[in-house]
């Protein structure tokens, strides 16, 4: 949202020395976040007034004129203009040489310099509205119309940000900071907390009497949806001009100036965060309302837009039909027309959760639904009842009130809240005086009572539609205007029996550093829904999956209960940048109701755990080489990050997974995880069409980590060590885990065998049907001498002798 400085103004006097930083700074720390201060002038630096004292014909060409321009100080310049409303005496907006305009209103900003023009030397530019980002004050009556500046007082050589009035400071300010203060979305909510936070007064919006005594037929269908409606018959307008003043602030705080009639009810709006909406009475029928749409109604929206009503949807209407989207849009049959001279004034209060709603039904956002959205409360209508009224009549002295009505079914309850001052002291570490309290709360709207002990508030009701409801929130409201950052930390005394080792986060750390630095995987961040295509992929059904009740997209509707339907979208996003690649993401997982937490096993609900799961991905063609590699990354993973081991099986098969290629992940007896090749069905439904993925996912809540480091000191060998290379056959069930078992078993005895580890695996022509050729890699050394060659080849043959008795080894010959 933008603010104008100037705006504020209206509302608490600002001293004249204030430091826009301060402020900018006070803002954030206590109210909103300020983005940005910008001083509007210089968005205007290098542009000035200029008189054109005469219009001379160019020499080389018929659409061009030579104008002799005095821009202050008594310099006369000459600038060549294709200008076709170019006049003596005209006031016109000149860039002097060094300034960046918008050539034509198009493209990016060029900068002027003296040059020649079809041979006459140019001075400057003479400016349209369009090429100094003025179109929307001043709009284009013709192609070639330059900005005429006749109407303002000025002279030559004034900045134009003098002349125009446009010496002010715009603060954009975060929307996502103020979601649950709508308080704060108008000009006066950020002028109260500005005038809390400096002790300043607050100016009040004068009440306005209508002084009629005939009313308005209007009527609630809802008043769960329409909390409260003012309607107001006004004649004797007609459509004309905003004044400038309220033209330029519209326009600095990003809105198009219509005519008089609209501009007050977008004012307004911008004013006090309360919505409006004028009606050209001459087409309300009968009455006007507040309804449920019905079946099969339509609405033309003032942006052309034709809706096919939903029967959710709350509408504005007269007998004849509907004529505005509430709290949305008004309809462009009904609304300010250009004959429009009798008006009906439409001040409500509709129910947030309706309104956003619709906004995302007909993907419809407007300035006034954003408001909507946030909870605006009912009585904030009376403020902007009392300030469109005055400014109306300021407008059209003419105008006369002939109809008001007021419907207000339930007043809103405002919060009542006690607050223990000695509770108060303990929460925030610090003692503030009664006064201190009792001024800073008034100031924001609360009425205080303070008796011994106990603070009474009473919240405001701009304060009360969600925002303040409990005495955690009385204690934020001190909190933040004192200034968090002004609170002294105090220290805190405890004593420390034992270490603190938090095992399950220490973990978590390892993981993520061992596969991100020694795996060379990428961590990714996924969001916590699952598309659903991708969810059924996986998963093989999407049946009792926890469902969002209010869905980013009507494609993600569930919550994830695994990594892995992420990771595979993350690897169908990825795989036509790159050939190969590895992802993993740790992060909660949700699962169904059934699910007894791990924190609070006496209750049963919608619980959640946390998973490590990941994708390798390569050529298909290597599908063995990719598996063995991840099952390298796994098998390494407890040594590298100090945690129980693993072991793997076959028992179950993953849904996703190869009927061949996969493995069951455990830990003692218990399964954590599972990894495998992604089916080529499931593949192809997750969108990964020409890579192969191996994926893994571990339950990080079933890990074990050390609870210390079991790593024990070894020497490094003092004499060679020896590799020594075997090829045997075995049968082609016989696992590495079992010839690995035997080697180690001779091991106990045969002291000089260090380790043994596998090389490669082969099957070929040369080999017997129903065989294998597997090579070991035997470490065979000596910790008291150098061992010769028949020593060593000795121990070899002891290896092979054993695991022909033991594995049915046969020599390759």
Known sequence: MLVSLNWIKDYVKLPDDMDLKKLAYDLTMSTVEVEDAEELAKRFEGIVVGVIKEVLPHPNADKLRVCRTDIGGGEIKEIVCGGSNLEVNQKVAVAVPGTFVKWHGEGEPVEIKVSKLRGVESFGMICASTEIGLEDLFPLGGEHEILNLNAFK??????????????????????????????LWGHYGIAREIATLYDLPLAEIPAFDPQVEGGIDVRIGNDERCRRFIGTKMEGLYIKESPFEMQSRLWRVG?????????????????????????????????????????????????????????????????????GLAGVMGGAKDSILPETQDVILEIANFESRGIRRTTQRYDVRTEASSRYEKAVDPERCDLAFNMAMAMYKELYPEMKVTAHTEVYPTEIEKPVIDVSLNWLERRLGQTFPNEYIENKLSRMGFEVTIDGDNLHVVTPSWRATGDISERADIMEEIARIYGYDNIQASKITTTFESAINQLDFDLSRKIKEYLAFRCNMQEVFTYPWMNDRTAQAIMGTTDGLLKLSTPPSPTEKFIRCSILPNICDTVAKNERFYTDFAVFEEAQTYLDKDYVSKYDEKEKIPGYTKAIGGAFTGNANDIVGLFRKAKGVLEMMPRYTHMEGFTFRKDEKPVWADNTVWLNIYVGDEKVGDMGLLAKKPSMECGIKNLAAILFELDFYKLVPFKSRTNQFKHLPEFPENNYDISLLFDVDTKWEKIYAEIMRKAKSEKLIKSASFVDEYRG?????????????????????????????????????????????????
């Open 154 to 183: 000025c002279e030559a050589g004034d900045p134009i940000a003098k002349a125009l009035n446009l010496d002010d400071v715009i603060l954009e300010i975060d929307n996502k900071s103020m979601t649950n203060r709508p308080d």
């Open 255 to 323: 809105q198009r100036p219509i005519n008089a009639l609209v501009d007050v009810t977008n004012y307004v709006m911008m004013a006090t965060g309360q919505p409006t909406h004028a009606y050209d009475s001459n087409h309300i029928v009968d009455f006007i309302s507040a309804r449920m749409a019905e079946e099969g109604e339509k609405l033309m929206l003032l942006s052309g837009e034709e809706l096919e009503l939903n029967t959710d949807d709350l509408v504005i209407a007269d007998a004849t039909g509907p004529v």
């Open 765 to 813: 022509k040369q080999i017997p049907e129903g065989k294998k050729s597997v090579t070991i890699r035997l470490v065979i050394a000596s910790d008291t001498k150098t061992l010769t060659s028949e020593q060593i080849e000795k121990v070899a043959a002891t290896v092979t002798k054993t695991l022909e008795h033991t594995a049915g080894a046969q020599t390759r010959f």
